[in-house]
C-alpha cells in the first residue's frame, strides 16, 4: 500500500533540502571569553583611533598614562642622570604601538575562543588549542597567507574577515603615525637648533640683533622662529608623545629654545625704548606662537613651577648701546608676565633642564 503525503510536508521537506543553513555561531558560545574578548579589542581600536586621527584629542585614553607612567618611571630611576631621560620618546613609541597590537591580538583571540567549535584544524579531527588560536589570529591580523586553520561557518568567516581587516588597518595607522612622530621630533629639533644657534640666553639674542640704530636684522628670524614654533605647537597637540622625546644636548631642546625666545620676546617688546623696538605685529606673532606651544604642551600633566625664572639682565643690552626703559617699568611688566614665564619654566623644568640665562664672563 502506498503512503501518501500531504502537499503541506512536502513542501516543507523540500524547503529544508534547497534553502541554505542561517548562519550561526558553531558549538556553544562562551560568553565570558566574548566580552572578553570585544573589551580588548574595542579598546585597542579606540585608542588607536584616537591617537593617530584626532588631531585635537592628542593622545588616547590609554596611551596617555602609558606616557605618563614610563617618564616618571624613568625620572625615578635616573638618579641625577638626566641623559636616561634621553631614552623615553623611543620607549614610550615603541611601548604604544606594542600595546595596540597585544590589545587588538588577545581581544581577537579570545573571541575566537568564545565558540567551541569557531575554528577547524584543517591537518587533523583534534580540537583547536589556544596556542593554535592564538597562532590563526597572528596570521590572519598580519596577512601572513593561510595557515592550519580555517572558520568553521559563515558567522566565523566574517568574524575572520573583520580580524583581517582590523590587522591592516592597524599596520597602515601605526606606519604612518611612526612617520609622523619622527617628522615632528625633527621639526622641534631644528626651531630649538636655530634659536639656540643665534644665542643661548635672552640678553645674548637681543644683543646680536642690534645694528647700532634698530632691530632689523631681527625681522625674518623672528617671523621664521614664530611660524616654525606655530608649527611645532600644533605638532605637539595632535602628538603629545612629542614633549617625552628629550633630547640629550641642550642646543636641540625645544623647552630651552623656546625659554630663550620668549625671554627675547619680552625684553623686546616690553625692555627695549618704544622709539627702538622692531615691528610690533612681528613680536605679537612670536609671542602667540610661545602662548600656543604652552596651551598645546600644558595638556600634558605638567605644573607651572612655583616661582618665575630669573629676570632678564637690562645692564647686558645697555652695554652694547641698546636703549632700554627703566628697571622699575621692566620688573613692573615682568610681574605681569609671571603666570606665563612661571609655565615656561615649568616645561623647562620637567625635563630636567635649568633656565636659560646670562652666563658669567
Known amino acids: 500500500m502506498v503512503a501518501l503525503t500531504s502537499p503541506v510536508s512536502a513542501v516543507s521537506v ?39 586621527l584626532w588631531i585635537d584629542g592628542g593622545a588616547g585614553p590609554l596611551t596617555t598614562p602609558l606616557m605618563v607612567w614610563t617618564w616618571r618611571g624613568l625620572q625615578s630611576l635616573r638618579r641625577g642622570q638626566s641623559r636616561l631621560l634621553s631614552l623615553s620618546g623611543p620607549l614610550i613609541l615603541a611601548m604604544t604601538l606594542t600595546m595596540w597590537v597585544v590589545l587588538l591580538w588577545a581581544g581577537w583571540t579570545f573571541i575566537f575562543a568564545s565558540g567551541t567549535n569557531a575554528l577547524n584544524y584543517t591537518r587533523g579531527a583534534e580540537p583547536v588549542s589556544w596556542i593554535g588560536r592564538i597562532y590563526f589570529v597572528a596570521y590572519t591580523m598580519f596577512t601572513m597567507g593561510n595557515g592550519d586553520f580555517s572558520p568553521t561557518s559563515g558567522v566565523w568567516q566574517i568574524v575572520t574577515a573583520l580580524a583581517n581587516g582590523s590587522g591592516m588597518i592597524l599596520i597602515t595607522l601605526s606606519v604612518t603615525y611612526l612617520i609622523n612622530v619622527l617628522q615632528a621630533v625633527v621639526n622641534a629639533r631644528s626651531f630649538a637648533s636655530s ?23 631681527h625681522a625674518i628670524p623672528l617671523d621664521t622662529f614664530a611660524s616654525k614654533l606655530s608649527t611645532v605647537a600644533a605638532q605637539h597637540k595632535a602628538f603629545p608623545i612629542l614633549h617625552y622625546y628629550r633630547s640629550s644636548r641642550r642646543q636641540q631642546a625645544t623647552p630651552m629654545a623656546v625659554g630663550v625666545f620668549d625671554d627675547a620676546l619680552t625684553m623686546l617688546r616690553f625692555g627695549v625704548d618704544p622709539e627702538h623696538r622692531p615691528n610690533e605685529p612681528l613680536l605679537e606673532t612670536g609671542r602667540s606662537s610661545v602662548q600656543s606651544y ?26 652694547e648701546g641698546v636703549p632700554t626703559v627703566s628697571d622699575e617699568e621692566f620688573d613692573g611688566r615682568l610681574a605681569d608676565l609671571s603666570d606665563r614665564r612661571r609655565r615656561v619654566l615649568g616645561i623647562v623644568e620637567s625635563q630636567a633642564w635649568q633656565w636659560p640665562s646670562q652666563r658669567e664672563p
Not at 201 to 209: K, L
Not at 299 to 309: K, Q
Not at 310 to 317: G, K, T
Open 14 to 52: 523540500a524547503a529544508n533540502q534547497v534553502s541554505p543553513a542561517p548562519l550561526q555561531l558553531a558549538g556553544d558560545l562562551q560568553l565570558f571569553y566574548l566580552v572578553v574578548g570585544v573589551t580588548l579589542a574595542v579598546a585597542g581600536a579606540v585608542d588607536l583611533l584616537w591617537t593617530t
Open 294 to 319: 604652552l596651551q598645546s604642551v600644558y595638556s600634558l600633566p605638567i605644573r607651572p613651577s612655583d616661582r618665575p625664572p630669573s629676570a632678564p639682565n637690562l645692564d647686558v643690552v645697555r652695554e
Open 195 to 217: 634659536v639656540q644657534g643665534i644665542a643661548e640666553c635672552s640678553e645674548a639674542f637681543v644683543r646680536t640683533g642690534w645694528d647700532g640704530e634698530n632691530f632689523d636684522e
